[in-house]
């Protein structure tokens, strides 16, 4: 039996990186289009690849203002301000700054590995919705104010969430996995139909045809099949069986709509601001935990603002910026506890 734990894995992350450099090396050597696609094999074939690139971005991006920085300093002659015994002193520790940071950028530069066929950008505005037909027959689904990175390549499929939420209706191709990157997590599928949205603090999954393979910066993969989804933390997955009810809500706004199961109000209001420039606001501590349900057009917030005068004790109160605050009626209160 192999042994596996952190030291195994340790060693995993270590050849990983020792590989990149070998690649590298390779791609800044005049490399041949052959060596381009084994280069692009080798980035594709491993989701924690995926991940090392996505994190080695901040790296190289650190390092390209690290080197601008240096480039705008000037110093008087080496001989004006150290003595000859400081220069020998000083001309090694540059030989040794100078062998880190060539490793560095050697590793860093991982992400300057662009032998993909185009990569496309597409993003909606606030209270818009978009579909997209991509290359190879999926459809893309963006809810409002999100933004996803396409990159196809003869070797793999890649989408990159950026922000927001989107739907993927992916198309079969058992030779280009289908990626999706949403922080630190990856997404694999093919011929699937699954849900991404990135709340503030994780990225929540729903699938709703097939199965997904879910990938974390650290752990083991988590296998995802149709009516379950997943909570998605920097270094944990939970798994979550969703009943066919919650699928629906979750999905409601692919049919423009939004849909409330007894939701705070505090939480609804969250929902319909996703779809409104103007913010609806919470000006009662009092209002956030009263709860409503309903089924409403994601541009119908007055119709979801008049249900919740007319069914629980709360006042709308309109700002000349098009806000809403909701504020407490006693009065209301204490005539539905009468009744």
């Not at 996803?148 to 191709?173: I, N, P, Y």
């Not at 199965?211 to 650290?218: A, H, P, Q, T």
Request: aromatic content about 6%; glycine content about 6%.
């Amino acid at each position: 039996m192999q042994a596996s734990g952190p030291g195994s894995n340790s060693a995993d992350r270590d050849s990983i990186e020792a590989q990149a450099a070998r690649l590298l090396a390779r791609l800044n050597s005049d490399p041949s289009p052959q060596d381009e696609a084994e280069i692009c094999d080798w980035v594709e074939s491993d989701p924690r690849h995926a991940i090392a690139f996505a994190r080695a971005e901040a790296a190289w991006d650190a390092a390209e203002r690290l080197k601008s920085a240096a480039a705008d300093i000037t110093l008087p002659p080496m001989a004006e301000i150290v003595s000859e015994e400081q220069q020998r002193r000083l001309s090694r520790n540059i030989m040794i700054a100078a062998a880190i940071a060539i490793l560095f950028f050697i590793i860093a530069a991982i992400v300057t590995i662009r032998t993909f066929n185009g990569v496309d950008r597409y993003q909606t505005a606030i209270g818009e919705l978009r579909d997209v037909k991509l290359d190879d027959g999926t459809v893309l689904h963006l809810n409002s104010d999100s933004e996803a990175e396409v990159r196809f390549t003869a070797h793999g499929r890649k989408v990159r969430l950026f922000k927001g939420e989107a739907s993927f209706d992916v198309s079969a191709d058992e030779a280009r996995p289908f990626d999706v990157e949403a922080r630190s997590a990856v997404i694999r599928s093919s011929d699937t139909a699954f849900n991404v949205r990135m709340r503030p603090s994780i990225v929540e999954l729903t699938v709703t045809k097939g199965k997904v393979i879910v990938y974390c910066s650290k752990g083991k993969p988590h296998a995802v099949a149709a009516g379950g989804g997943a909570v998605i933390q920097p270094r944990t997955v939970s798994l979550t069986r969703l009943g066919p009810k919650l699928v629906d809500q979750r999905i409601a706004w692919r049919a423009q709509m939004v849909e409330l199961d007894g939701e705070t109000v505090e939480q609804a209001a969250g929902e319909f601001n996703r779809y409104r420039a103007a913010p609806i606001l919470i000006g009662d501590s009092r209002v956030s935990a009263l709860r409503i349900g309903g089924r409403f057009p994601i541009g119908g917030s007055q119709e979801f603002l008049s249900v919740l005068q007319l069914s629980l004790p709360i006042r709308a109160v309109h700002g000349e910026d098009g806000s809403v605050m909701l504020l407490y009626r006693d009065e209301v209160a204490k005539a539905l506890a009468v009744n």
